[in-house]
């Protein structure tokens, strides 16, 4: 199977993030329940099917089974590629007929621009990220904000930090990791890093969340 490229690793990370919301747990993905989102991504499933088949999954495995539901994606891979089968060749095929979508970003970028004009950063740099991303979702850039702005704020927040801040934020990375590395594969490792880094950028930098109450 390929390597992920950038938006395989967003797609592995939406999907890890919405099972363990499913789960109600901080469960992580395992490395065969890895390999069974890669074949979703490069099978073209978009990331919002796979999360409704597996909710629905998870219900009707719950109603079997009650508190001893799945903890294996793996297990659930079978029903959910079913679902899938049905439900995305006709939402692909309808997409080209589609209207375009309503403007429900306005708000957030309301929002942003007022965390802009309000902040006091004296580097400057929250504003500008703030400013930046509503400017994308003014114009349509860019995929689902609503669940990723957050991630996109801190990911563009990282790219101007300094070096000596980027060397400081690496090797708080890497003491948070270390007690999780015997239980990660590669990806796991990857996905699992990004994760705390920009965790990590928001509680160092005070970074707004948006997509979070």
């Given at each position: 199977?390929?390597?992920?490229?950038?938006?395989?690793?967003?797609?592995?990370?939406?999907?890890?993030?919405?099972?363990?919301?499913?789960?109600?747990?901080?469960?992580?993905?395992?490395?065969?329940?890895?390999?069974?989102?890669?074949?979703?991504?490069?099978?073209?499933?978009?990331?919002?099917?796979v999360v409704d088949a597996l909710a629905r999954c998870l219900a009707t495995d719950a109603?079997?089974?009650?508190?001893?539901?799945?903890?294996?994606?793996?297990?659930?891979?079978?029903?959910?590629?079913?679902?899938?089968?049905?439900?995305?060749?006709?939402?692909?095929?309808?997409?080209?007929?589609?209207?375009?979508?309503?403007?429900?970003?306005?708000?957030?970028?309301?929002?942003?621009?007022?965390?802009?004009?309000?902040?006091?950063?004296?580097?400057?740099?929250?504003?500008?990220?703030?400013?930046?991303v509503a400017s994308e979702l003014e114009e349509g850039q860019g995929d689902a904000f609503?669940?990723?702005?957050?991630?996109?704020?801190?990911?563009?927040?990282?790219?101007?930090?300094?070096?000596?801040?980027?060397?400081?934020?690496?090797?708080?990375?890497?003491?948070?990791?270390?007690?999780?590395?015997?239980?990660?594969?590669?990806?796991?490792?990857?996905?699992?890093?990004?994760?705390?880094?920009?965790?990590?950028?928001?509680?160092?930098?005070?970074?707004?969340?948006?997509?979070?109450?």
């Amino acid at each position: 199977m390929p390597d992920l490229d950038d938006a395989g690793l967003d797609y592995l990370g939406a999907i890890e993030g919405a099972w363990r919301e499913l789960r109600g747990v901080g469960l992580y993905l395992s490395g065969a329940d890895h390999a069974v989102v890669e074949r979703w991504y490069h099978a073209g499933y978009p990331a919002s099917l796979v999360v409704d088949a597996l909710a629905r999954c998870l219900a009707t495995d719950a109603s079997k089974h009650g508190k001893r539901v799945t903890k294996s994606l793996v297990r659930l891979a079978p029903s959910v590629e079913l679902l899938l089968a049905k439900s995305a060749p006709a939402a692909i095929a309808v997409a080209p007929m589609s209207p375009p979508p309503p403007a429900t970003d306005a708000p957030l970028a309301q929002m942003l621009r007022a965390f802009a004009d309000t902040d006091g950063d004296p580097t400057r740099r929250r504003p500008d990220v703030y400013v930046q991303v509503a400017s994308e979702l003014e114009e349509g850039q860019g995929d689902a904000f609503d669940a990723d702005i957050d991630d996109r704020i801190a990911d563009l927040f990282e790219e101007r930090l300094t070096f000596d801040e980027r060397e400081a934020l690496q090797t708080d990375v890497a003491v948070a990791l270390a007690p999780e590395l015997a239980r990660l594969g590669t990806r796991g490792r990857q996905m699992r890093e990004r994760s705390l880094r920009r965790e990590l950028v928001r509680q160092r930098y005070g970074l707004r969340r948006l997509a979070e109450p």
